[in-house]
Every structure is written in C-alpha cells, then in structure tokens.
C-alpha cells in the first residue's frame, strides 16, 4: 500500500518540516504566501492537484 501511495503524492510543501516524513519530496516555505505559490507552480508542472490538510501542509496529489 505504501508504494502505491507514494506514487499518488507527487510533493509535499509545509511550513513546518517536522509536520511531515520522507517518500515525497518535501519542499519548506518560509510563509503561507511563498507555501502557496510553490505548490501552484509544481501542480502545474508536475500535472497534479493541491490539498490542503488543514494543518499547514498542502500535498500534490496525481489523480
């Protein structure tokens, strides 16, 4: 289940690194607004769509 999930999460983008772990490449934001363009870029290179967990952490997700 683990493989086939991390082939589904494409980037994780947070604020905070110690709210997430290693399998997608994680990528650190000094605030919410550098958080959220980060995640606009890499959706629209990477084909994939932004979730916000509600925790500070917005994944790319491959549907």
Not at 11 to 24: C, F, M, R, S, Y
Not at 46 to 60: C, K, P, S
Request: glycine share 10%; hydrophobic share 45%.
């Amino acid at each position: 289940m683990k493989t086939e999930l991390t082939k589904l999460i494409l980037a994780v983008i947070t604020e905070n690194p110690q709210l997430v772990g290693g399998g997608a490449p994680v990528f650190i934001a000094s605030s919410r607004d550098e958080q959220e363009r980060i995640a606009l870029y890499l959706s629209r290179v990477l084909n994939g769509m932004v979730h916000d967990l509600g925790n500070g952490v917005l994944l790319i997700v491959n549907h």
